[in-house]
Structures are given as structure tokens and as C-alpha cells.
């Protein structure tokens, strides 16, 4: 791994600074961070670099 912190880890670390300005009633919100978090930590960064945003 390189001394950087990856693109995908910094996407979670973003989503999860995120979630703290999220108001209670934004559950709906919370829970698609959460699942994408999950997601995220399953790919390798190999993976992720594949991956194209937005997606065709």
C-alpha cells in the first residue's frame, strides 16, 4: 500500500464526517452511506480504480 491514503479509504473516511452533519430524521441518508461504507470496504483499491463515476 502507498504511504497515501487511498482514494477509496478517503471516500470513507469522507462518508463517515459526513454522516456526523446529518440531522436524526435523515435516516434514509445514514443507511445508504452505511451500505456504500460496507461496499467500499469490500473492493480493493484495484477494483475501485475499475469502477466509473457516474456510472453508464
Excluded at 459526513?18 to 469490500?42: F, G, H, N, W
Amino acid at each position: 500500500m502507498s504511504p497515501l491514503p487511498s482514494v477509496r479509504l478517503g471516500l470513507v473516511q469522507e462518508l463517515r464526517l459526513m454522516q456526523c452533519y446529518l440531522m436524526p430524521d435523515e435516516t434514509a441518508l445514514r443507511e445508504l452511506s452505511e451500505r456504500v461504507i460496507e461496499k467500499l470496504k469490500l473492493l480493493t483499491d484495484a477494483e475501485f480504480a475499475e469502477l466509473e463515476f457516474p456510472p453508464d
